[in-house]
């Protein structure tokens, strides 16, 4: 199904218009001076179909497989906080 674009002036006159349409599975992007600045999806009940909505929309970008951990980077010693360290490298 193709996305939909309104303007922000058009969507609050026809914003009822705009949630039916969502909740019937239709994607809206919302445009400020022909700008997109905001998705309208319809809402998902279960974690998988709220990734699958993401994704179908471009908000992100994953294989599915499972994350593996990784170590920490750094470990701190001493008083200094992460703050610190950020702000000594940025100078």
């Given at each position: 199904m193709a996305e939909r674009r309104i303007g922000i002036r058009?969507?609050?006159a026809k914003l009822s218009?705009?949630?039916?349409?969502?909740r019937e599975g239709q994607t809206?992007?919302?445009?400020?001076?022909?700008?997109?600045v905001a998705r309208l999806i319809p809402d998902a009940t279960s974690v998988?179909?709220?990734l699958a909505a993401l994704k179908s929309?471009?908000?992100?970008?994953?294989?599915?497989?499972r994350l593996t951990r990784t170590k920490p980077v750094a470990r701190l010693r001493g008083?200094?906080?992460?703050?610190?360290?950020?702000?000594?490298?940025r100078e």
């Open positions: 058009e969507l609050k218009e705009c949630v039916r349409e969502v809206i992007v919302v445009t400020e001076r022909g700008r997109a998988r179909e709220r929309a471009g908000g992100i970008q994953w294989s599915g497989r008083r200094r906080t992460v703050a610190d360290l950020v702000s000594e490298n």
